[in-house]
């Protein structure tokens, strides 16, 4: 059916709630029921829409097969790494910080960006805690580790994951290492060479030898969730309907539809019953986090619909055609609003697109086109602080232990312009 322009509008309010209102109610949009009252507000009139327009099977399988799915494993990710806390750090010198950096990096592609920022940023900052200067560390954490590093697996970042659900072959983002590594790498050699101009330059002497007299041996907690990191990314790469084909059948039941979920709730529990309370305490261990990304998500999930609809039904007039159109537009709306339905409104766009019929294709569109969609929408999170859900929680932590933030703005101006931007153009210029 024909989707009119203003069954856009609960998804155009929603977006723009979660960008606009940290920053003109912030501590109205603090409490998480008033979260839950913008989307249920914004949802209620687009499910009603939807029903009328014999679109109810759309809600349906948005919200059982994307929605719980999604929710579901960032839930676990987050319950389990929550479960694993370290104690003590290396002198703040930096190549020790560049190491800490890259070693977050490599995990958010394993266990998610929300996990590896939820298990590294306590660490780095302890390890700093003597330092002057350490706005510029978590910026570049951020970046590294919040959202670049989650591109290898549909683990790393949701909008992968969201992908994934709609065909991906788990072990297809595995193609994205090249662009991986030269963000990464790139990222990383510039870091070194700031950390290492305001370590011997601007860095008070006192502050060195302090760091140098107070540093610790590094222990880890909880070690148990370790084995749970494992039986999570082993669930989802492997129980799904590729390797168990009865998952797929129409006339599965609903415990096999839903084993992988069942199986990743079970971890959940298991983490939550064999981790030691004393070991979540010390993480300063909250379900307000996910709780916040579980409601904000519903009113997503929900409005975003006639949307997907409408883009699908209009993909060929909108003029995306190429790969860096796709790399930059994903890109773009990250930024500026959310990675995850970002990815798969560009997606659907090139879902409606006509294709040569020699063209290789990955969830149903050509290879180049995922490519781009995938990269710009997981990159281009880190461009502000509303890009990607970690990247506020990242700021809060800094900010508890009293280390000064950029406003949103300034993040923008004298981080993601400078620094970022010319790395994701020279990504784009060499790759696509």
Known sequence: MEIELWALIPFVLMLLSIAIMPLIAGKWWENNLHK?????????????????????????????????PFITLLCALFVVTGGIHTHGSMQARPLNNTITLAIGFVLASFIGTTGAAMLMIRPLIDM???????????????????????VLTPLGDPPLFLLYLRGADFFWFMNLFPQWLFVGTTMLAIYYAIDRHIYYKKEPVEAVMADVREKEILKVTGKINIIYLIAIILSVSFVNSTYI????????????????????????????????????????????????????????FITMIPALSFLNANAV???????????????????LLDNSPTAVAFHTVAMGLPHAAELELVAGVPV???????LGSV?????????????????????????????????????????????????QVIFL
């Open 36 to 68: 839950l009252y913008t989307a249920l507000g914004l949802s209620i009139p687009t499910s009603i829409y939807l029903i009328i327009n014999d679109m109810g099977n759309n809600l349906i399988h948005q919200m059982a097969y994307d929605y719980f």
């Open 128 to 150: 700093n805690q003597q330092r002057k200067h350490i706005t510029h560390t978590i910026l570049f954490f951020i970046a590294l580790v919040a959202n670049c590093g989650g």
């Open 245 to 300: 084909p009865r998952m797929g059948a129409h006339d599965a039941s609903v415990y096999m539809r839903f084993l992988r979920e069942i199986i990743l709730i079970s971890i959940s529990l298991l983490s939550l019953i064999t981790t030691k309370k004393r070991v979540r305490k010390e993480n300063n261990f909250s379900w307000n986090p996910i709780i916040e990304v579980a409601v904000v998500f519903i009113g997503i």
């Open 368 to 374: 180049q086109l995922l490519k781009a969609i995938a």
């Open 317 to 335: 007039k909108l003029g995306f055609t190429e790969p860096w159109q796709f790399y930059y537009g994903a890109g773009f709306l990250s930024a």
């Open 379 to 427: 990159f281009f999170g880190a461009m502000t602080y509303i890009g990607n859900g970690p990247n506020f929680m990242v700021k809060a932590i800094a900010e508890q232990n009293g280390i000064k933030m950029p406003s949103f703005f300034g993040y923008i101006i004298c981080f993601s312009l400078v620094v970022l931007l010319p790395i994701y153009i020279l990504a």
